[in-house]
């Protein structure tokens, strides 16, 4: 579709969210420099997010410091495999090299930057056959200490004070009751998951997915992928009330690192399907680049 959407319209109409390394914040203060003046657009959008544009001077000096940039795809990375395909299309009809067709509208944010959020979203589990909360708790033991918790703010505290901790953990719903499981230190990650990728067992989604939703549950990747047992949520509430309506368990997790992002990213590796949420989400429509 958006393949289609390309060849029919020849536009970009929203941006690849990507991340860059600004540790001497040379290119953070030239944005900043720049947003010191009146912006081109300012308004507030349906969602309630503020929204303004700048346009910076073209002797600003952005180009030559990105030159030597990794950039890390956040949010977006089939509108970049879609850009790819449309630039490999525009090629066999003939397009010249410094075509537009072989750019991308970006939008690149400094990992440094405190406007900088990431938020977590949290699995629902349902329509599996013969569920038994009990025993998936008592099966989890192997892995994980599990303690219950009385209430979901104090899960929440918990979960926070884990993060801050630097811990694996996540919180779960289970059978009306709420749970902490965090990951024992044996056996280790590299022994559990030996053939997967290291900076990838960091990732506490990935360590729900491979110990608890494929082995314990019997949800495999390509369910996943499907969705078939497995919805996904940004709020905690709605988890709950999803298995109060009859869905299996819910799982609740701690936002990915944006360190995380990038070691996974600098590895060459792909972060597991909605492991981020990047807010507020980037707008539609503010700017359009025009390829033909």
Known sequence: DRFNLMCATGCNFSQVYCLFEDKDKKISDIFEDTAKGKPIHDFVASDGVTQRLWTADEDCGLTELFKDKCLYIADGHHRYETALRYRAHERANGAAPDAASEYVMMMLVPMESDGLVVFPTHRVIHSLKNFDGKQLLLSAREFFDIGEITTPEKLENHLKSEYEAGKMSFGAYIDGRYYILSLKSTPTLEELLPNLHETLRELDVTVLHSLILERLMGI?????????????????????????????????????????????????????????????????????????
């Open 220 to 292: 495999d990747k390509d369910n996943m992928a499907k969705q078939i047992n497995l919805r996904y949520t940004r709020d905690m509430d709605d988890a709950v009330n999803q298995v109060k309506k009859g869905a299996n368990c819910a799982f609740f997790l701690n936002p990915t690192r944006v360190k995380q992002i990038a070691a996974v990213g600098g590895a060459g590796q792909k972060m597991p399907q909605k492991s981020t949420y990047f807010y507020p989400k980037l707008i539609t429509g503010l700017v359009m680049n025009k390829i033909k």
